[in-house]
Nanobody
Framework: QVQLVESGGGSVQAGDSLRLACAAS????????MAWFRQAPGKEREFVAG????????YYADSVKGRFTVSRDNAENTVSLQMNSLKPEDTAVYYC??????????????????WGQGTQVTVSS
């Protein structure tokens, strides 16, 4: 069992930065491939970034590539998303998710076993 709690969301201006954090409880965090998803109003939840168990591989949606960076600290049971050059279209609720027992993240939400409650990010122009 893994419990996930996101933090770090807020309201910013276009061009600003935010850093989201996801704290995990449970001894199996290091066995999770982790990912960030987001869901904007009226839209489906979409993959944003993912990271392998060992941090050896990082994957990004095209819409955030070059602006967002995912990282994790298995000793601290945390995964982070550094978001730079934010745009209004980045406005969404951001979720972290664990794909248990898997090395690689996947871009499909159905493949994730545990989810956080989400944190709101609002970017105004």
């Amino acid at each position: 069992q893994v419990q996930l709690v996101e933090s770090g969301g807020g309201s910013v201006q276009a061009g600003d930065s935010l850093r989201l954090a996801c704290a995990a409880s449970g001894r199996t965090f290091s066995m999770c491939a982790m990912a960030w998803f987001r869901q904007a109003p009226g839209k489906e939840r979409e993959f944003v970034a993912g990271i392998t168990r060992s941090s050896g591989g990082k994957y990004y949606a095209d819409s955030v590539k070059g602006r967002f960076t995912v990282s994790r600290d298995n000793a601290e049971n945390t995964v982070s998303l550094q978001m730079n050059s934010l745009k209004p279209e980045d406005t969404a609720v951001y979720y972290c998710a664990c794909r248990g027992g898997s090395y690689y993240p996947r871009p499909h939400e159905s493949e994730y076993d545990y989810w956080g409650q989400g944190t709101q990010v609002t970017v105004s122009s």
